[in-house]
């Protein structure tokens, strides 16, 4: 992001001194906001695809919790089992453990703010593929004024967005095991 705005300062400093040509405007917008657009749909896309598989394989394992005690409850009754059983067992702790693991799928993701960070590329995404229309691929077809303009609002949303992603992390530190 630094070198993008610096990229934008030599193209605000080329409009003040001279009048800029078609190769520095193209590199800012393709470039720029091109990779950028290309960056946070590819990233987001990632992220809510992460998050619902996470959401998916932990709604399978509750499932499977309450399919297992149920299967569990009615093999029990037809072959009269009784708890010493070596099944009973093993099938209690099975019965336990699913909804643990679900239950830690869904704090994992929650932890890595998946859902947040999806919801989060994707309105910078949105924002990006606005400018890119906005912005022609000739620079001749506007005005030095609007360009600016556009640019100027995309490196204040890129300042903001580099702050709610620190802000993200900040409430969800991820720290490592203590061995």
Same mark, same amino acid.
């Given at each position: 992001?630094k070198n993008?705005?610096?990229?934008?300062? @030599?193209?605000?400093?080329a409009?003040?001194? =001279?009048?800029?040509?078609?190769?520095? !405007?193209?590199?800012?917008r393709? @470039?720029?906001?091109?990779?950028? @657009?290309?960056?946070?749909y590819?990233h987001?896309?990632?992220?809510?695809?992460?998050?619902?598989?996470l959401? &998916?394989?932990?709604?399978? @394992?509750?499932?499977? =919790?309450? &399919?297992?005690?149920f299967?569990?409850?009615?093999? =029990? &009754?037809?072959?009269?089992m009784?708890?010493?059983f070596f099944?009973?067992?093993?099938?209690?702790?099975v019965i336990?453990? &699913?909804?643990?693991c679900?239950?830690?799928?869904?704090g994992? +993701?929650?932890?890595?703010?998946r859902?947040?960070?999806?919801?989060? !590329?994707?309105?910078?995404r949105?924002? !990006?593929?606005?400018?890119?229309a906005?912005? #022609?691929?000739?620079?001749a077809?506007?005005?030095p004024?609007?360009?600016r303009a556009? !640019?100027?609002?995309?490196?204040?949303?890129a300042?903001?967005?580099h702050?709610e992603?620190? =802000?993200?992390?900040r409430q969800? #530190?991820? +720290?490592l #095991?203590?061995g």
């Amino acid at each position: 992001m630094k070198n993008c705005l610096r990229t934008l300062e @030599l193209v605000d400093t080329a409009w003040t001194q =001279s009048k800029v040509d078609q190769d520095r !405007y193209a590199f800012a917008r393709n @470039l720029w906001v091109g990779g950028q @657009l290309d960056y946070f749909y590819r990233h987001g896309h990632r992220h809510e695809v992460t998050a619902e598989k996470l959401e &998916l394989v932990s709604a399978i @394992l509750l499932a499977a =919790s309450v &399919l297992a005690a149920f299967g569990f409850f009615c093999f =029990s &009754l037809a072959i009269d089992m009784k708890h010493e059983f070596f099944y009973v067992p093993a099938a209690i702790f099975v019965i336990g453990m &699913l909804p643990g693991c679900a239950a830690a799928l869904v704090g994992f +993701s929650e932890r890595l703010a998946r859902k947040a960070q999806a919801r989060h !590329y994707d309105r910078m995404r949105a924002l !990006y593929e606005r400018a890119y229309a906005v912005l #022609p691929e000739q620079f001749a077809t506007i005005t030095p004024g609007r360009a600016r303009a556009v !640019y100027a609002v995309l490196g204040r949303e890129a300042m903001k967005e580099h702050a709610e992603w620190v =802000s993200i992390f900040r409430q969800r #530190p991820i +720290s490592l #095991p203590q061995g």
